[in-house]
């Protein structure tokens, strides 16, 4: 009876160095394969940086300065200010149908100064700003599906020339319940040195963009 007793008690043992060695064994291809999906993620995000200039990497640029809740980087790369005036106006200029587009149109540079917004297109850009800036802190305009996290992660389009100093470069948003892609046009314009985001074209809902 003992040496039966021993016997099974061995092959407890044995069977709990077995789970053992596989639960280590499982833990430790979890943590090779995440570590691997890391190195393959920055592998990639490097090699879409790698691909972009001019305009086009300062929209990256822009997101990278976004996601890690820098609020200096991201204005140096977005005037929000005049990316929400210019939504306004073009949400105003479609409610009123007007057809004047020099009404939507950002003047040359794109700052939010070379504008006379009316007062309700001023607080909707102050109150854009609050609330983007407060999301660039927590983390919400990076969140899957968001304008920048699309960036991040399969980089910005074509890019079209309008003169020396306007770009519109491309994004391809995710497809819609409907399988549609929405396609925007972010404008950069020319600051000295740098490329700045001074409008969001082609969206009728530029909080969805960030949001």
């Not at 833990?27 to 990639?44: F, H, P, R, T």
């Not at 790698?50 to 990256?60: I, N």
């Not at 309700?120 to 102050?126: H, L, P, S, W």
């Not at 549609?180 to 409008?199: D, K």
Request: hydrophobic share 40%; aromatic share 6%; glycine share 10%.
């Amino acid at each position: 009876m003992t040496d039966t007793i021993a016997h099974s008690g061995g092959r407890d043992i044995r069977g709990a160095s077995r789970g053992a060695r596989v639960l280590v064994s499982g833990i430790v291809l979890l943590s090779v394969l995440m570590l691997g999906g890391c190195a393959s993620d920055e592998q990639q995000r490097a090699d879409i940086r790698e691909s972009l200039e001019g305009p086009s990497l300062a929209v990256f640029e822009l997101a990278e300065a976004a996601e890690a809740g820098d609020i200096t980087g991201v204005r140096t790369y977005m005037d929000s200010s005049s990316v929400g005036v210019v939504f306004a106006r073009e949400t105003l200029a479609r409610l009123d149908d007007d057809d004047d587009s020099e009404a939507s149109t950002p003047a040359a540079g794109g700052h939010s100064g070379d504008f006379d917004p009316s007062a309700m297109e001023r607080t909707f850009a102050e109150r854009f700003v609050e609330e983007f800036l407060a999301g660039v802190t927590d983390g919400t305009v990076v969140a899957e599906g968001t304008l920048f996290s699309e960036i991040l992660t399969a980089g910005p389009g074509e890019a079209e020339s309008l003169s020396d100093d306007e770009v519109l470069v491309s994004v391809v948003m995710p497809a819609d319940e409907d399988g549609q892609t929405e396609i925007v046009r972010l404008r950069m314009s020319r600051t000295g040195q740098r490329w700045m985001l001074v409008a969001i074209e082609d969206t009728t809902d530029l909080y969805g963009l960030f949001f």
